[in-house]
C-alpha cells in the first residue's frame, strides 16, 4: 500500500484521477499528456495517473497510453476527499451526448484508442498539481463533464514552465476549483500497479 503523499515527497507533482482505464475519453486525455511528460521529467515532475479499479488496468499500461505512474485507489478515497463528481445513469448519457465528448470519442477513434463499458461509468474525475512535499496545492481541477479535461498548457503553466510549452500549443487554461481539502487526502491508500 502506498500513501498518497509518498508521490509527492520529492517532486512537484501531476496527479490525474481517471474516469476509468477502458474510458476512450480518458484515453484521449492520457495520450494528449504524453505530449509533454518529457518535459516533465527535464523539470523533475511527476507524472501520476490514479483509477478506482483495476478492471482494464492491464490493457491501459499494455496501450501505452499514459507515461507516468499508475495507482488504484479501490475506496476511492481520493475521489470523495477531491469531490470528484458521480453521475447518475441520465446524466451520463446526457453527458457524453455533448459536443465536446462526440469530438473527443471521434478523435479516440480516429486514433485508434479503443476502449470499453467496463468498470465504474459514473465516476468522474480530475486533476491536482501539488508542490513537492504537499506544502503547497498548485491546481485544482474537477471534471463537469466526461470528456473535460485539464489542458497540458495549463498544467505546464500552473509549474511555472509555461515558457517550454511546444510551440503551436493551444495556450488554454480550465477554469481552477478550489479546494480545502487536500490534506485529508494525504494518507489514502492506494496500491501502485507498474507501468
Not at 465504474?120 to 503547497?136: E, F, P, T, W, Y
Not at 488554454?172 to 494525504?186: F, G, R
Amino acid at each position: 500500500m502506498t500513501k498518497i503523499e509518498d508521490v509527492w515527497k520529492d517532486k512537484n507533482t501531476v496527479i490525474i484521477f481517471f474516469r476509468r482505464w477502458g474510458c476512450l475519453l480518458c484515453r484521449v486525455w492520457a495520450k494528449e499528456l504524453n505530449e509533454i511528460a518529457p518535459i516533465l521529467k527535464e523539470n523533475n515532475v511527476n507524472l501520476v495517473g490514479v483509477g478506482v479499479d483495476e478492471t482494464g488496468l492491464e490493457e491501459f499500461k499494455e496501450g501505452k497510453y499514459f507515461a507516468g505512474d499508475l495507482y488504484v485507489d479501490t475506496l476511492k478515497q481520493a475521489y470523495k476527499a477531491m469531490e470528484f463528481k458521480r453521475f447518475n445513469i441520465f446524466s451520463i448519457l446526457t453527458a457524453l451526448f455533448t459536443k465536446e465528448s462526440r469530438e473527443a470519442i471521434s478523435k479516440g477513434k480516429a486514433e485508434k484508442l479503443g476502449g470499453d463499458l467496463r468498470g465504474d461509468g459514473l465516476q468522474n474525475g480530475g486533476a491536482v498539481i501539488v508542490s513537492a512535499g504537499g506544502s503547497k496545492l498548485l491546481y485544482h481541477f474537477k471534471q463537469e463533464r466526461p470528456a473535460e479535461h485539464l489542458s497540458n498548457y495549463a498544467i505546464l503553466k500552473a509549474l511555472g514552465l509555461e515558457n517550454q510549452a511546444p510551440p503551436g500549443m493551444e495556450k488554454t487554461t480550465t477554469k481552477e476549483t478550489t479546494t480545502e481539502c487536500i490534506d485529508d487526502v494525504l494518507s489514502i491508500p492506494t496500491k501502485e500497479k507498474d507501468k
